[in-house]
């Protein structure tokens, strides 16, 4: 009889692709990054995307902001009664970063934001979580909070540790905006020259691309603040690469691939306010995790957040590889296919003389 209790290993193809060169406060250097997936055309798709990128002198980034966030939701008798203690709420943001310093050394209370519907409460607690994802640390801060709410105000009452708003994988206007985890925004100026050797298109047919594609059909589509060809591809493998919560891919494929024409030259851009990495939590004690976190730097002693940042900026910068790539290949009629069905042929031939 099978044995559903024992754990196992659920084996995924992983390569290293690169080097990209990164432009950025938290990495300056060329890195190669590990993408584990079951869609091989990741890999050769990124590749290419790294080298137009190295020839045009790299991606520059940089990380907008950080937080990670949770939402707890009260309730009261009125709306009277919950507004007044809103407002009053609202000026205890020193009290409630005292409860929070209790939870951890690393932990900060940034912000909150708050919604009335009808009689119930919501607010959006916004901490800094240093190396962490921080989904537990937040989730902990938040209960402390709660709790010291709830004593100090009788006349509100528990509903929920979290009540969606926060929001915690799914997409959503609110993270759009404000933004969960990582916000990073990644550039690179290609030439024509570069983009017709490496591409094989120009920089107008990407342009046009992108706004047909990518900003009317995601439109058409009704996407909320997203405007992107694949997103969630990349980041997908880089998560399961270093040992991140995969189902933030659903926040992480929230958000814009930007590209306009600069003189002859094209500018690409993504942007994307979701990222959400760290570098010590769970997952990261795996020892095929350890290793990738070690190749990519980050494991280094070095002030709190900084190494969950270089990783959300390698993120990031293999991301635009991806899109930049998959973009290119769409603006000639079959070469998507093509290439796929090149590269699943050459996967079925390694796995037959493997045998």
């Known amino acids: 009889m ?52 190295n020839q045009a002198g790299g991606i ?96 509100l009452s528990y509903v929920s540790i979290s009540g969606n708003y926060c929001t915690d994988k799914k997409v959503s206007a609110v993270n759009g905006i404000l933004g969960r985890g990582k916000n990073v925004i990644a550039e690179v100026t290609i030439t024509r020259a570069q983009c017709r050797r490496f591409l094989k298109t120009t920089p107008e047919k990407i342009v046009q691309l992108n706004i047909k594609k990518n900003l009317v059909g995601n439109i058409l589509a009704g996407g909320v603040r997203t405007a992107n060809a694949h997103f969630a591809n990349a980041l997908l493998g880089f998560y399961l690469a270093t040992g991140q919560d995969v189902a933030n891919i659903v926040e992480g494929s929230q958000g814009i691939a930007y590209a306009e024409m600069r003189d002859e030259d094209l500018y690409f851009s993504v942007s994307i306010p979701n990222v959400i990495v760290g570098s010590v939590g769970n997952g990261k004690t795996l020892d095929f995790v350890r290793e ?3 190749e990519l730097g980050c494991l280094e002693k ?10 959300a900026v390698i993120a990031t910068a ?38």
Not at 34 to 49: C, F, V
Not at 73 to 89: G, P, R
Not at 302 to 311: C, K, S, Y
Request: overall charge positive.
């Open 60 to 155: 520059h980034a940089i990380v907008k902001d950080e937080r990670m966030t949770r939402s707890i939701l009260l309730e009261a008798k009125s709306v009277k009664i919950l507004h007044e203690a809103l407002l009053s709420l609202r000026q205890q943001k020193t009290a409630m970063q005292a409860v929070v310093s209790e939870v951890s050394r690393f932990t900060r209370l940034l912000d909150i934001h708050d919604q009335l519907v009808g009689s119930l409460l919501y607010l959006r607690l916004e901490f800094f979580t240093g190396d962490a994802a921080g989904h537990n640390m937040a989730t902990l801060a938040a209960d402390r909070i709660l709790d010291w709410i709830i004593k100090r105000y009788p006349a």
């Open 292 to 294: 990738n976190l070690q």
């Open 318 to 355: 293999a991301t635009l590889c991806t899109e930049l790539s998959l973009l290119a290949a769409q603006t000639k009629p079959g070469e998507l296919m093509k290439s796929h069905l090149k590269l699943e042929r050459e996967k079925k031939k390694e796995g037959a003389n493997c045998d």
């Open 302 to 311: 070095r002030e709190p957040g900084v190494n969950a940042r270089r990783l």
């Open 2 to 53: 099978r044995q559903y209790t024992t754990e196992k290993m659920a084996m995924i193809p992983m390569r290293w692709v690169g080097p990209i060169r990164i432009i950025s406060a938290e990495v300056d250097e060329a890195v190669h990054v590990p993408l584990a997936t079951l869609e091989s055309p990741l890999w050769p798709s990124t590749q290419r995307g790294a080298m137009v990128c």
